[in-house]
């Protein structure tokens, strides 16, 4: 067994339980068996679903799944109890289209016989046989940094040309599972010409539409030619072709394929491919539709706007200082800005149900974009609509993710104040039942201090804590001492070596306002662990959570002592 694990199991006294975790990891790599206990959020502003908010509401989670939400929820006696006074939750965001972890496709070799008029379909950039799995690492640093901004949910895109592969649909859980909902959901399609441009065919958006419908048609011919055979004799053999063969699903219509189209233009030429064909169509990536809102209706296409705002930086261009032509120029690109900001209203006051895609996007701008977006037009409902429910919608995942309700999956952002509020900052995330929990930024207070320095909440002092897993109970002691206007602090536990307790210096204490966290390292066997907490204290209670990255977060309480203890 891993070293590491033996250490951690020291830590919190979890033999059975981590081994129990370790052994499923292997035998069951789908991740569906895995144990979690049960959470309780209370006293927090839940909004469940967009336009439905329950004020001091509390919200139950049992084996990753929402067990309730309500107002009088039971609580299980063996529950731990997170107090999210102040606290706002919602549903979990869901990503249309994201490259989060998503590498590149090894290129093909080319044939002695290349001919870049007629290439082999994986040189022209024709591969929908391709699954974005295969190229994809759910260790990599981008999934936390978009799950740090509420995502838990994304379906994966696979780069490339013309027709790069099929989507998956993944949780931003615990990396130590597959998190894979679906594969193969969605076969993606791009104005984008293979590698080497116009000198092979197709390298142009007209060439890539000829290629698209000769690529369907001919996968519908193989498709009914496949059938025939199977049901009647006297017919020649059907050849193999893997290219129409993936198709099949497409041809059938079960399932759609995402059309990445920026402009009207590209939005246009979609939707002529999708009047001809009858395919099942998703338009992503747009980010200019007022001029086809009647044409995306019309063909009944379902929508994911990016989340790629253009740079502000012209809009505070002085004027003055410029030439008449490149005042005209920059007016222009000022239009070109504003009208970008309200494709949302748009959309909405079209009353096309659409998603968000993170294409392009920055992780960090999610919040400012989604204000931008509602300062220009589109309503806070909507806009939570297309972080959810809708998206949920679009990749057919409605019955497990896109509201919180009793039944579905444990997927939820916790944040320190409403959605659109400048200040607000996201606190926890739970994905697939797993709690992460993200630092909070200290705001000042009027008289310019920090919040969480000014004495409001004390957690100098002695303090003995638990944790508790299904396996039973560890404890151990916190020592915490106040030096000015930051704090020092020593954590017992159980020495992985054996023979009683090991003590630990408590790194980067931070108190934000009723939120403490810290971190302390954990050395064994020639091995450096870093385990970190996170609790809200009340008083003399500090309820939390301690967590090592690769095996998730174990529920962690305290209560403090009397000096004299």
Known sequence: MSPKIQVFKSILVLVFFLSFQYTKAQSDPSGEKRVTGTIAIKNATITTAPGKTIQNGTILIKNGLIEAVGTNITIPKEAQVISADSLFIYPGFIDGASTAGVGKAPEPEKPSDYNPANPPDDIAGITPWRNVIDIYD??????????????????????????????????????????????????????????????????????????????????????????????????????????????????????????EANDDIEIRRALSLQKENGFRLILSGVSSVEKVTNEIKAANAQVLLSMKLPDDKVTKAKMEELSEEMQARTKRVQEAYQSTLKQAAFLEAAGIPFGFTSMGAKSGDTFKNLRLMVENGLTENGALAALTINNANI???????????????????????????????????????????????????????????????????????????????????????????????????????????????????????????????????????????????????????????????????????????
Not at 161 to 180: H, R
Not at 432 to 452: A, P, Q
Not at 537 to 563: C, H, R, W
Request: zero cysteines; glycine letters at 12%.
């Open 138 to 259: 759910n260790k990599n640093n981008q999934i936390n940094d978009w799950r740090k901004s509420g995502f838990t949910i994304a379906q994966l895109i696979p780069e490339g040309g013309m027709m790069p592969g099929k989507t998956a649909i993944v949780l931003f859980g615990n990396p130590s599972s597959t998190n894979i909902l679906s594969q193969n959901s969605a076969l993606v399609v791009k104005f984008q010409a293979a590698r080497g441009g116009g000198r092979i065919y197709p390298g142009t958006p007209l060439g890539i539409m000829a290629k698209f419908r000769d690529v369907y048609k001919n996968a519908e011919l193989a498709s009914r030619h496949g059938k025939l055979f199977a049901s009647n004799n006297g017919l020649n053999r059907p050849e193999i072709n893997k290219t129409y063969e993936a198709m099949y699903p497409v041809v059938d219509k079960n399932i759609p394929v995402l059309f």
């Open 395 to 565: 990749l057919g995942i409605q019955k497990f993710a896109g509201t919180l309700e009793k039944g579905k999956s444990a997927n939820m952002v916790i944040l320190t104040a409403p959605l659109l509020d400048e200040e607000t900052q996201v606190k926890h995330v739970v994905a697939d039942g797993f709690m992460f929990d993200y630092e909070i930024k200290e705001k000042k207070n009027g008289n310019g201090e920090k919040n969480g320095t000014n004495g409001a909440v004390a957690i100098d002092g002695f303090w003995e804590y638990t944790s508790d897993t299904p396996a039973g109970s560890s404890s151990g002691t916190l020592e915490i001492k106040k030096e000015g206007d930051s704090y020092k602090g020593t954590i017992t536990y159980d020495n992985p070596a054996g023979g009683g307790q090991a003590s630990s210096e408590m790194k980067n204490i931070n108190l934000s306002g009723s939120n403490l966290t810290f971190s302390f390292d954990v050395a064994a066997g020639g091995m450096s662990l870093v385990v970190n907490v996170s609790g809200e204290v009340s008083g003399d209670q500090i309820s939390g959570n301690l967590s090592l990255a690769e095996y998730g977060s174990f529920p962690m309480n305290a209560t403090k002592k009397p000096k004299s203890f």
